[in-house]
């Protein structure tokens, strides 16, 4: 019998050179575009129906392969862009604790970035409504890890701040939901 639950799967983007600036722009490393391929290789026997990303260039470009050997476009959703976080205080001496505090304390922002529950609420519309209007698809989603790890949390609360600190560029989640749109099943599938 032919199941009618959806698939999404979460691709956290590859490794991209960090450069100040561009955000929207910045690609991927070599070695990006390699797990790139990686991805593609995994993913392409799970035979996925639709492709949905961030407008950031490395996490098109990370599922970019995949999508054009399944003969299929990417849409590109503005509201699963990363998480604005903010300027001087997300220096690289401060970064982690800087995240943890995000996720700790979630109506927390810093200034000129978004809370959790901010990007949150922007980002997991987005998730519902394909789960309303593609049941029973295969669908793949082109992420970064903040915002994947906030998305996850909504359905999962296990997805917290050690979740986001031990995730890869890339990596990929497997979830599985029910007709009525809720989670059965989470699985890693890189790593």
């Known amino acids: 019998m032919e199941s009618h639950n959806t698939i999404l799967y979460f691709v956290r983007h590859a490794q991209s050179a960090y ?7 910045r690609g991927l490393t070599e070695q990006g575009k390699r797990d790139a ?4 290789d995994l993913l392409t026997g799970e035979q996925p129906d639709l492709f949905v ?3 950031y260039r490395r996490a098109v470009d990370t599922i970019l392969p995949l999508a054009q050997a399944c003969g299929c476009e990417i849409r590109l959703e503005e509201d699963l862009r990363e998480r604005a976080l903010s300027g001087a205080e997300m220096g690289k001496d401060r970064f982690f604790d800087a995240k ?7 109506d927390f922002a810093y200034p000129g970035g978004e809370s959790s529950n901010e990007a949150r609420r922007r980002a997991s519309p987005v998730i519902a409504d394909l789960l309303k209007r593609h049941t029973g698809k295969r669908i793949v989603i082109g992420t970064h890890g903040d915002i994947m790890t906030l998305m996850l949390q909504t359905y999962d609360p296990s997805c917290d701040f050690g979740f986001w600190q031990n995730t890869t560029m890339p990596d990929i989640y497997k979830l599985e939901f029910d007709m009525q749109g809720e989670l059965i099943a989470k699985r890693r599938l890189w790593g």
């Open 19 to 25: 450069v100040e600036g561009s955000e929207w722009t």
């Open 37 to 40: 391929e990686r991805v593609k």
């Open 53 to 55: 990303s961030s407008p």
């Open 100 to 106: 943890r505090t995000l996720f700790e304390q979630q």
